[in-house]
């Protein structure tokens, strides 16, 4: 790796608004391969909003959402703003796997089927090649024995790790978490964030959504504490946490967590 290899995402300047609510004002983000950007902050300060930004599940008014180098082609201006190029933006959400909150396993399909779906369907591999790393990626999140289960018949902190698999399987550049642990009582919410820390280890490049300071603290190469739209403070969790913190917010913030 070289400081001349593009960051797998990078994104500048992004507005977003719904109608007349400005949820994003001006928010940069990078993420090369290897980081764990986690973001934080209150409930509405635009932190799923970003994530969704840069999987292009929603489109932004205005800035730059840079992909391995390639930027974004947009047509039409403000609101009109639309991505220009189709094959692009599926390039894009094939390599930008997200993790959502609510699982959003297919019922009518087994775990095993959830997991190959996209693969053989979107990229259109061979069954038995994804069935292969299908099963080997749902061993490796701890429920290999779940293969022919349905999803109405795993505990919440199962399903999570399922959609884990799921978006693994796709053999993404990088893994967007958006609040993967929320859904979850306490117990089941461990069994996930092991498997997150898990692929911190392992190098994966992800982007985080989360309301757990300590995770957010000891996996993250780097934090952004959002805040009302625009980034409040950033850095490394050492300059973050710890009682670190140079913003007034974030202290107030951190004052209510158990990582500060």
């Given at each position: 790796m070289t400081d001349a290899t593009p960051p797998v995402i990078e994104i500048n300047g992004l507005h977003k608004s719904f109608g007349a609510l400005d949820v994003l004002k001006g928010v940069d983000l990078t993420a090369r391969a290897g980081d764990v950007v986690s973001l934080i902050g209150s409930s509405g300060s635009g932190k799923s909003t970003l994530l969704r930004c840069?999987?292009?599940?929603?489109?932004?008014?205005?800035?730059?959402?840079?992909?391995?180098?390639?930027?974004?082609?947009?047509?039409?201006?403000?609101?009109?703003?639309?991505?220009?190029?189709?094959?692009?933006?599926?390039l894009i959400r094939t390599n930008l796997s997200m993790v959502f909150?609510?699982?959003?396993?297919?019922?009518?399909m087994t775990v095993l089927q959830n997991v190959m779906e996209a693969p053989v369907t979107v990229l259109g591999e061979d069954r038995v090649e994804v069935e292969d790393?299908?099963?080997?990626?749902?061993?490796?999140?701890?429920?290999?024995?779940?293969?022919?289960?349905?999803?109405?018949?795993?505990?919440?902190?199962?399903?999570?790790?399922?959609?884990?698999?799921?978006?693994?399987?796709?053999?993404?550049?990088?893994?967007l978490f958006d609040e993967p642990t929320s859904a979850l009582d306490p117990e089941l919410e461990q069994e996930v964030i092991r498997v997150i820390r898990d692929l911190a280890e392992e190098g994966r490049t992800m982007i985080l959504v989360t309301h757990d300071m300590r995770m957010a603290r000891d996996i993250s190469s780097h934090v952004i504490f959002l805040h009302q739209g625009v980034i409040e403070e950033q850095g490394a969790p050492t300059e973050l946490f710890g009682n670190n913190a140079q913003s007034e917010r974030l202290r107030q913030f951190l004052s209510h967590s158990d990582a500060a």
């Open positions: 840069a999987n292009l599940l929603e489109d932004s008014q205005r800035g730059e959402i840079i992909f391995e180098g390639d930027p974004i082609r947009w047509k039409g201006e403000g609101h009109n703003r639309r991505p220009a190029d189709a094959e692009q933006v599926r909150q609510s699982f959003n396993l297919w019922s009518h790393r299908a099963r080997a990626l749902l061993d490796k999140v701890g429920i290999g024995a779940k293969c022919e289960a349905w999803p109405s018949e795993l505990s919440g902190g199962q399903q999570q790790r399922a959609a884990i698999a799921r978006a693994l399987c796709m053999e993404p550049r990088a893994l």
